[in-house]
């Protein structure tokens, strides 16, 4: 797997969050609540990670939504399991 830069994997993350919940990536600050921003519902948690897994290739466990609220919060969560990957 290539490496990726910090900058690269948030700019990705925004562009998909972009297409697939239709909102603006102005609106995705890093202390901006994830839930509130994207509107989340349970079935919208479930296309969350089917994004996260089919772009970045680890798998997604339910519990690890649990400590996140911001988007810096899940940029760092995808940041940490790339990494993890590469090193796997």
């Known amino acids: 797997m290539a490496h990726f830069q910090n900058e ?3 700019e990705k993350i925004n562009a998909f969050l972009a297409e697939e919940f239709e ?3 102005d ?3 890093p202390s901006a609540n994830l839930k509130e921003t994207l509107d989340l519902d349970s ?3 479930i296309d969350l990670v089917v994004v996260i ?3 970045f290739a680890f798998k997604v466990k339910p ?3 649990v400590g996140i609220t911001t988007f810096q919060d899940f940029y760092d969560y995808v940041i940490n399991n790339i990494k993890v990957e590469e090193l796997a």
Do not use: R, W
């Open 63 to 65: 519990e690890d939504f």
């Open 8 to 10: 690269e994997i948030i």
């Open 27 to 29: 609106n995705m600050l």
């Open 23 to 25: 909102i603006s990536a």
């Open 43 to 45: 079935l919208d948690y």
């Open 53 to 55: 897994e089919s772009n």
